[in-house]
């Protein structure tokens, strides 16, 4: 900060065995994204803690992540637009292609930037209460994180196109059936979940090291 | 801007993400965009001309 005091981080690490939950933790503005969130993970997935296996995400407050901050995103001109989606990319590439399986916990929104960042997560657990949605056409903004590729690969270019012109919202089920969700469970059983997935899963043995 | 999402699509990964980047930063610069934006923040309907 530029008056020298700490900042208060928007993310929290707990690292449970071999395991890392990372909670978004900026519940009073729904875990929107800022540079800070982004920075956050980028720090993250860049260097995780010795020892973790996989990686948790999930978000505090019941909401996993309303998008985009639009406030900070308000005066950003064009061309640092384009830098800032592209760092976006990038960070989401570290999450999908960084070397740790990454299970999500969805609740609540997951919407604009919270889709694309649940889109390059390996693993969806959706709750009864989560709600998918890209309503960027309804304020005039477009995505920028990565949807069209991630989310369009999903649930096809066409659905996606829908989603952006109406903002209609999928839920769990439908979220599950479209592709959204790999798994749609009770409130509140989404980390035990991740966790049993996670003891079961073989290749994360196969891709461990030994070291 | 809604005609990028089918184009990007048919394009490798790396050539979508790269495009959806100018996409998204073209798609601000528009009066609309910028009420549409405006107005959510302020917690009230959009005004278009």
Redesign the interface.
């Known amino acids: 900060m530029a008056d020298g005091t700490a900042q208060r981080k928007v993310t929290r690490v707990e690292v449970d065995g071999d395991i890392a939950i990372l909670t978004f933790d900026r519940p009073e503005k729904r875990n929107a994204m800022n540079d800070q969130l982004v920075a956050e993970l980028d720090a993250f997935f860049s260097a995780p803690p010795k020892g973790v296996n996989a990686v948790i995400l999930r978000g505090e407050g019941g909401h996993f992540c309303s998008g985009l901050d639009?406030?900070e995103?308000?005066h950003?001109a064009?061309?640092d637009?384009?830098y800032h989606?592209?760092n976006w990319?990038r960070v989401s590439d570290l999450i999908e292609f960084g070397g740790l399986p990454v299970v999500s916990v969805l609740t609540g929104a997951v919407i604009g930037g919270g889709l694309e960042i649940a889109a390059s997560t390996h693993v969806r657990i959706a709750e009864p209460d989560v709600r998918f949605q890209l309503p960027e056409?309804?304020?005039?903004?477009?995505?920028?994180g990565?949807?069209?590729?991630r989310v369009?690969?999903l649930i096809?270019?066409?659905r996606?196109?829908e989603m952006?012109?109406t903002g209609r919202s999928y839920g769990a089920e439908e979220g599950m059936s479209l592709g959204l969700a790999h798994y749609s469970v009770g409130s509140g059983e989404g980390l035990e979940l991740a966790r049993n997935l996670h003891a079961r899963s073989l290749t994360t043995r196969l891709f461990q090291t030994t070291s | 801007m809604m005609h990028a999402i089918p184009r990007i699509q048919d394009m490798p990964r790396s050539e979508g993400l790269f495009t959806e980047s100018l996409a998204a930063a073209m798609s601000q610069t528009s009066d609309g965009a910028k009420e549409g934006l405006r107005a959510f923040l302020e917690k009230r309907p959009p005004k278009f001309r």
């Open positions: 639009l406030a995103h308000e950003r064009p061309i637009g384009v989606s592209r990319h056409g309804r304020r005039g903004i477009f995505v920028g990565g949807a069209t590729v369009g690969r096809g270019a066409d996606m196109r952006m012109l």
